[in-house]
């Protein structure tokens, strides 16, 4: 079985599931014409994000890794009524293409773009005592179990965190691979399996994207503190580009 195949399928369900949308469609061709790699999810993985959030009734949503926000459009539109989705994004350019990406999708009302390396701005809203009820994993991949630490003591009990791209192509089962996001996958996938806090799997997935991979985990426990001595950061504020709720 081939690419071309995975292709066609995820074509034929898009056309089903994941029918032309304005707004998203605007939001690729934006990214694209702003230079931005063309990492995003899916449209059967956006809709699964959505889905997912829809499931957990989800009214506080943390993104890491917003690019020009097409799995920000995603979630934002499944949030209850007054839900907030708060995305983080280490590129400034790539944080002002998702504002006007999210501004022409009608949701800038309701999303927030935090901009800094995610483990900055983590700890600002562990200060806040932020609370979530779905966690997207979707940044740098060398930090992942770092960053999964994090979303286990953001995210409420009953929600969800979801990790993109967790099997490297197969490399994920290379114990001894020198690629460090492979490391940092696997680094991942153990602090996952070994939480007791967790039920958790993970999935090969093939389509448009080629050959890849999403974990889930829901959270069955308390959330964890924050990590050591990551608490006493305050909110900088000047780090938020748009959509500042109170
Ligand atoms: N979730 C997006 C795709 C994200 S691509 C979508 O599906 O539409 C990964 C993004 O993570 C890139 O925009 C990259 O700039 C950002 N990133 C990389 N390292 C980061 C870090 N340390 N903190 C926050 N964002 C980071
Ligand atoms: C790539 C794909 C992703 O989904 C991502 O989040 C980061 C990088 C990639 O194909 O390089
Ligand atoms: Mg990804």
């Known amino acids: ?16 599931f994941a029918p032309p949308d304005a707004a998203l469609e605007e939001a690729l061709a934006a990214t694209a014409a702003a230079g931005m790699p063309a990492i995003q999810v899916s449209p059967l993985l956006g809709k699964l994000l959505q889905l997912l959030a829809m499931t957990v009734q989800a009214r506080t949503i943390l993104e890491l890794g917003t690019l020009g926000g097409y799995s920000s459009i995603w979630l934002a539109r499944a949030l209850s009524p007054g839900g907030r989705l708060i995305t983080l994004e280490a590129d400034l350019r790539h944080a002002e293409v998702a504002q006007a990406n999210l501004a022409r999708a009608g949701l800038a009302d309701r999303v927030e773009v935090c901009v800094g390396p995610a483990l900055e701005t983590l700890p600002t809203l562990a200060a806040e005592e932020a609370r979530f009820d779905l966690v997207f994993i979707d940044a740098d991949k060398e930090q992942l179990a770092a960053y999964f630490r994090w979303a286990r003591s953001l995210t ?15 490399e994920v089962t290379n114990a001894d691979s020198v690629d460090p996001r492979v490391q940092g996958v696997r680094a991942f996938h153990a602090a996952m399996a070994g939480d007791p806090g967790v039920t958790a799997t993970a999935l090969q997935t093939t389509g448009i994207k080629g050959y890849d991979g999403i974990a889930i985990a829901l959270v069955t426990g308390e959330p964890l ?22």
Not at 156 to 170: E, P, S
Not at 225 to 246: C, D, F, I, L, Q
């Open 1 to 16: 079985m081939t690419e071309e195949v995975w292709t066609a399928v995820d074509r034929y369900f898009e056309g089903l």
């Open 156 to 170: 409420r009990r009953g929600g969800l965190i979801i990790v993109d791209n967790v099997v490297r192509r197969g």
């Open 225 to 246: 503190p924050p990590p050591e001595g990551k608490t006493a950061a305050s909110r900088p504020g000047g780090n938020v580009v748009t959509g500042v709720g109170g």
